[in-house]
């Protein structure tokens, strides 16, 4: 009789656990914690845009640098053509939702990107074909917790948000640590990280401007892990954003131009 | 010599029951003569296949090559390696390797893109040998590039068809060329046939701003030459690389061999059990039939070592006897299979755990491969004698005599 009653009352106990841990995370969602997160998402999505981009790639046997141009709407639609060096200018890659094409002027040819290939790299830049199609948000596809909070009291001026993806989210990191500034939220730096929990590779933001009327970096650099002495490096030279593009912007005639 | 025409005497004294032992012998020897040649047929034949026109006998590579694979992970001295191994008569060949992308109209897929020695490379595997359609490499033709068979499929591309080969050249830039399609290759091994683009090594220096040096050589087991002979000498012309034999390479194969070795040995060791054991039979039903017969032997004066070279003699006779029978009848089979084979048909082309099977399977004749089943019958006979010559050449006279 007493084990019984024990036995029912450990259950009840156990329900409620349950029931506060399943509803935990839309109650306990740190303010905080939910605008940057919400910051991050809107940043990497922007709206449209138009803009042109200097593009270092340094690898241990090569350096070279390319200006390309981009123009975008919202995440899924993407066109960036290389405008120098010479030896590749009119070269573009288009992406529309999970497709790439790569149009390659010197054979006028267009190829679209097998899913064989999209963890190759892309422009021989050490970003992959995947990093273009790959989408996902922070607020839908992970869940995050503060590993620091900033007090600038304290000479903190840093957020740290540790965000493991969520188990059916597009995701290839095992998890992401966001470096967030105090005083506007961007994030200054991103580590990726594959399941095993080892370093993967490493976003660095600087050069916080407002351009073309939003606060942004203008500089992003990638480093991969296994690969030290080497990064991708891109710069926004300028930015429109909210443009109103054509209808024929991104299709494959375009690309060719 | 006696001994042997007292033998001969005795074994026909039971025609029937010696018909029977001799069917049996030579039927077991027959067998293991066939099966252990046509085994060995089917062996070669893999290897052939698999090593001949894909992989050779062994491949350098600069370290780490083959953990992570980059056309910058090369081996400026190639052309020594080559030169070094081809001064001691084995063949060799160096190779330029590149993955990259290959489109032809709507399709498009992954591709190992790999530079030819056109003068070298047929000496050290017999690849251009295996076309299923069209022409191999030709340094007049250096747009020509020639393809798996899987990948022709998957980009859908004929003879005479453009191709678009997509990379990053050595200096980062990207590289790109229209190429024509000029032969499709026939089932070799599974990378080959999916994703594997050939052309001529001044194409692909081109395509990729690639200057000295290679990512692989390839080269050629001379018959005579062990393996691990060979592997030695690759390594000394090739210090401080990374020397793979096809064992290494390709273990699937090197199992399968091994295994299909192990199965032919358990298979021989069963007939020759069952030999065994009719030979045993046989002789001491003759032995007991005999006792007095022995028994007046060894009373007249006979020892015990003449009754043994007797009952050794009478089944020595059989062995030769059924060795003859076995050369009589299994000489023009044996003939047959090596020259003719069996026809393969349906199966022929097919690729079986990356290995691709031949049109005809023949039987390899080789004198190991003839000798070994007649030595091992042989020693088996002399051992199952053993027990029915004891018996009868320590028979004691008078019990024998008084024997019912």
């Known amino acids: ?257 | 010599m006696g001994t042997f025409r007292l033998a001969w005497r005795n074994i026909w004294r039971h025609k029937r029951r010696t018909g029977i032992t001799l069917a049996a012998l030579s039927l077991a020897l027959v067998f293991t003569v066939l099966y252990g040649s046509m085994m060995e047929g089917y062996m070669v034949n893999m290897e052939q296949g698999a090593l001949d026109f894909d992989i050779g006998g062994a491949q350098v590579f600069a370290p780490g090559y083959q953990d992570k694979p980059s056309i910058h992970t090369r081996m400026a001295d190639a052309a020594d390696i080559v030169q070094r191994l081809e001064q001691q008569g084995i063949p060799a060949a160096a190779r330029l390797l590149a993955s990259g992308l290959v489109a032809s109209g709507e399709a498009s897929a992954g591709a190992q893109l790999r530079g030819i020695d056109l003068a070298r490379d047929t000496r050290v595997l017999s690849i251009n040998t295996q076309l299923k359609e069209g022409r191999w490499l030709d340094g007049a033709d250096p747009r020509g590039v020639v393809l798996g068979v899987k990948l022709a499929r998957v980009l859908g591309v004929k003879l005479g068809d453009e191709l678009v080969v997509l990379s990053q050249a050595t200096d980062g830039s990207i590289a790109n060329e229209l190429f024509t399609v000029r032969g499709v290759l026939l089932s070799v091994g599974e990378a080959t046939d999916r994703s594997g683009v050939f052309l001529t090594d001044q194409a692909f220096r081109e395509l990729m701003s690639f200057d000295g040096g290679a990512h692989q050589v390839v080269v050629k087991r001379p018959v005579e030459m062990p393996l691990p002979v060979l592997a030695q000498r690759v390594m000394a012309a090739a210090p401080a690389r990374d020397v793979q034999t096809w064992r290494q390479l390709n273990p699937i194969l090197a199992t399968m061999m091994d295994s299909v070795r192990g199965m032919m040995a358990f298979i021989f060791f069963i007939v020759n059990i069952a030999t065994a054991i009719v030979i045993l039979n046989a002789m001491l039903m003759a032995v007991f039939e005999r006792i007095k017969e022995f028994g007046i032997l060894k009373a007249l004066g006979a020892g015990a070592t003449d009754v043994l070279k007797l009952i050794y003699a009478e089944s020595l006779l059989q062995v030769v006897l059924a060795v003859g029978v076995a050369l009589v009848v299994g000489t023009p089979a044996l003939w047959y299979l090596s020259v003719y084979g069996v026809d393969m048909g349906a199966l022929a082309g097919v690729s079986a755990m990356g290995l691709a099977m031949v049109s005809n399977w023949h039987a390899v004749v080789s004198v190991p491969g003839i000798l070994t089943p007649f030595l091992i019958m042989l020693v088996v006979v002399s051992v199952a004698v053993l027990y029915p010559a004891l018996k009868a050449a320590l028979i004691q006279p008078v019990k024998a005599i008084h024997h019912t």
């Open chain 1, 1 to 257: 009789m007493k084990t019984q009653m024990a036995v029912s009352r450990l259950l009840a106990v156990v329900t409620t656990l349950l029931l506060s841990w399943s509803t935990a995370p839309a109650q306990a969602m740190d303010p905080t914690l939910a605008e940057i997160l919400r910051i991050q998402d809107e940043s990497a999505r922007g709206s449209s845009s138009v803009g042109t981009m200097t593009m270092r790639i340094k690898t241990a046997q090569w350096e070279r640098t390319l200006t390309l141009k981009t123009w975008s709407q919202g995440t899924n639609k993407t066109l960036v053509r290389i405008e120098a060096p010479a030896k590749e200018k009119g070269t573009a890659t288009l992406k529309v939702d999970g497709d790439i094409w790569n149009y390659l002027p010197k054979v006028d040819r267009t190829i679209k990107v097998p899913g064989s290939m999209m963890s190759a790299s892309w422009m021989g830049s050490h970003f992959s074909n995947d990093d273009l199609v790959r989408e996902s948000r922070f607020t839908d596809h992970f869940t995050c917790q503060f590993l620091q909070k900033a007090d600038p009291a304290a000479g903190r001026h840093h957020h740290v948000v540790e965000c493991t993806p969520r188990p059916t989210a597009p995701v290839v990191w095992g998890k992401v640590q966001l470096r967030v500034r105090a005083e506007d939220k961007l994030a200054d730096q991103v580590t990726y990280y594959d399941e095993k929990g080892a370093l993967v590779r490493t976003m660095t933001f600087s050069g916080f401007d407002v351009v073309g009327g939003r606060k942004m970096a203008r500089r992003m650099q990638l480093t991969v892990a296994d690969r030290p002495n080497e990064l991708t490096e891109i710069h926004y030279d300028e930015i429109t954003f909210d443009v109103k593009h054509p209808e024929q912007t991104f299709t494959l005639q375009a690309l060719k131009r």
